[in-house]
């Protein structure tokens, strides 16, 4: 069970795996409109624990491994990809889609099965994944500056894949040993996993100039670090000893984060002085008309 169970979901990941932008262009509005209207709402409650189901779908709690091999079968038809790097912004809904088929596939078999049947989705990939559909997937803003990443993708393609490859064997590791993921060691583990492999993609992305310009590199870096909680969805920032973690600390440098930070300081700049620049036009626009009404 607990071997089918992380094939199944490892699989999701696997076949899917103020100035970054002045404007929304009215094409990119109904892009994103008509995205959203395709895809089933998923949130998770206020209190973040649990996720709202939908009435029971009656299904055979016998049939467990079909079901899950059924719904991984047509999420991989929806994304239409074998790639594990980031997605095109051509391919993002598909990749999209497909995680909230999943997704939906866990829940609706948890609605219905999970107290008739020792056979279930994990509740922490469920909401892991509901973490991903969140904070991409349904994020319009973040949608619109993912158009811009074509290039960059496509310079970071093979590098990003090997940092997620040797990601997902390590969390894969630690999550055979047992199904309690949060049990201490296990949860150091996976923590220590989750920001090794952000470490490997920050210093990815901001060694590909030309092709990702610092404020896309920071973009691609929220993408990678939405997957990585999306895959390890714990609380990795509290009691957590780094420095003992193996390998060595795994976060990055000083140095490296005051780059990634460089382009909020950069833009936060530009909107004071695109601010100043519009109050000193207004005040001389107030003052010729005084003057002419005078």
């Known amino acids: ?19 970054y932008m002045n404007y929304e262009d009215e094409a990119s509005k109904h892009r994103m409109r008509k995205f959203n209207q395709d895809l089933k709402p998923i949130m998770l409650s206020k209190n973040n624990q649990k996720y709202h189901t939908e ?6 709690c016998d049939e467990f491994s079909s079901y899950a091999i059924n719904c991984t ?3 991989a038809f929806i994304y239409n990809s074998t790639r594990m790097s980031p997605p095109s912004p051509t391919k993002i809904n598909d990749w999209c889609r497909a995680i909230k088929h999943l997704t939906n596939c866990a829940i609706d078999w948890n609605t219905d099965c999970k ?3 020792d056979s279930h989705f994990n509740e922490e990939s469920i909401k892991g994944h509901i973490h991903v559909v969140n904070n991409i997937c349904d994020d319009e803003w973040f949608l619109i500056r993912y158009e811009e990443l074509e290039v960059c993708i496509e310079a970071a393609s093979q590098p990003w894949e090997f940092c ?4 997902k064997n390590s969390v894969e590791e630690q999550k055979n040993i047992t199904q309690e993921w949060t049990h201490y060691e296990v949860h150091f583990r996976l923590c220590c996993a989750r920001a090794r492999f952000r470490r490997c993609t920050l210093e990815t992305l901001f060694t590909l100039p030309p092709e990702c310009s610092h404020n896309h590199a920071v973009t691609l ?3 990678s670090v939405v997957v990585s909680e999306g895959s390890v969805y714990q609380d990795c920032d509290h009691n957590m000893m780094y420095e003992n973690c193996p390998g ?5 440098s000083s140095a490296m984060l005051r780059r990634l930070m460089s ?3 950069l833009s936060s700049a530009s909107v004071r002085q695109y601010g100043s620049i519009i109050t000193s036009l207004c005040l001389f626009i107030l003052f010729v008309v005084i003057i002419q009404s005078v």
Not at 1 to 19: E, G, P
Not at 164 to 167: I, P
């Open 1 to 19: 069970m607990q071997v089918l169970l992380l094939f199944i979901l490892s699989s999701s990941w696997d076949v899917l795996n103020a100035f």
């Open 55 to 60: 009435p029971s779908k009656n299904f055979n």
């Open 73 to 75: 079968i047509d999420a």
């Open 115 to 117: 107290d008739v049947t």
């Open 164 to 167: 997620y490859l040797t990601f």
């Open 221 to 223: 870096q929220k993408f």
């Open 248 to 252: 060595g600390d795994p976060r990055p």
């Open 263 to 265: 382009a909020d300081i």
